[in-house]
């Protein structure tokens, strides 16, 4: 992590609850938030040398009960304004929900930040789905299939970021990790965007570690803010069954840590999202306690104390090979 985000040997992180689930027709992703605060998500991470602030749970700009993409829109720029002051201020934003749509406020936040920092932007999108549906080619008209393709600045979402809005995401600085299911239309956008993606025939084929370090060292090189979005399905069901889109065949629980600890060792995260907690299909608060495991992973718990050294930038024609 730079300067802005440590504390000594700890980082100081902001923890906001986005309990949305109007993005989404399953019920139950409101609960999120509150679950993973009671799985211990604050205490774990404080109890890894952390300052911890809980900013408690965002209200949209509107009522909260109405839907669509009006309802969309005033969660996202309630979260946009949190998540940006909270980079402003030096802190890095970890933003728990609540459906994936949060992510629309979440990284419109970091875009604002980064814009007015001059620092490129890349996303690492861990997710079963691609998430890069419009409201044209989504089969099921949840914008929790969307975020993707609304930040990229594809047709379909009018006034859904507060003005000036900055200027749209780069598809080729996003890339879709661990994806296993894809609709029609949003495939033939992703291919078409040059969508950066490391399927799960790919990590079945190679591992995580080739694939991520490849990642890691493209942002490296450009100095990028390095915002990781993590849906709970990109890890199998059979491990963390609380998610309304479960999709057999996901990343398992040592692959899952793997990519945490790998992102920690890299020292390039500076924004996070863990979505699409439902407790209300959990078993016990399973699903909880492995995303605080796997969160407590990503900010530097191991087994063992071990010498870690940083992503080595490499060359800016290669970087942009990968």
Known sequence: MTSETNLGDGYRLALIGAPIEVGTSEPGAVMGPAALRTAGLG??????????????????DGPAGA?????????????????????????????????????????????????????????LWLDAHADFNTPETSPSGNVHGMPLAALCGEAGFPQLFAEPAPPALAPTDVHLFGLR????????????????????????EFGVIAPLRQILERVAARGAHLHVSFDI??????????????????????????????????????????????????????????????????????????????????????????
């Open 43 to 60: 205490r774990a991470l404080a109890d890894l040398g952390h300052a911890v602030v809980d900013h408690g749970d965002v209200v949209p």
């Open 67 to 123: 839907r669509g993409l009006d309802a969309v829109a005033a969660w996202t720029r309630a979260l946009s304004r949190v998540v940006e002051g909270v980079l402003d201020g030096g802190a890095l934003p970890l933003t728990a929900g609540g459906d994936h749509s949060l992510s629309l406020g979440s990284i419109d936040g970091v875009m604002r930040h980064c814009a007015r920092q001059g620092r490129p932007l890349f996303v």
């Open 181 to 204: 299911s894809i609709d029609a239309g949003e495939r033939a956008l992703v291919a078409a965007r040059r969508v950066g993606v490391t399927d799960m025939r790919t990590i079945d």
């Open 233 to 322: 399905d990109f890890l199998d069901p059979s491990i963390a069954p609380g998610v309304g889109t479960t999709v057999p065949g996901g990343a398992t629980f040592r692959e899952a840590h793997l990519i945490m600890e790998m992102l920690h060792d890299s020292g390039l995260v500076r924004s996070l999202d863990i979505v699409e907690l439902n407790p209300f299909l959990d078993e016990r608060g399973r699903s909880a306690r492995v995303l605080v495991e796997l969160a407590a992973s990503l900010f530097g718990r191991r087994i063992l104390d071990r010498p870690t050294a940083p992503i080595a930038a490499v060359p800016s024609d290669a970087a942009e090979r990968t």
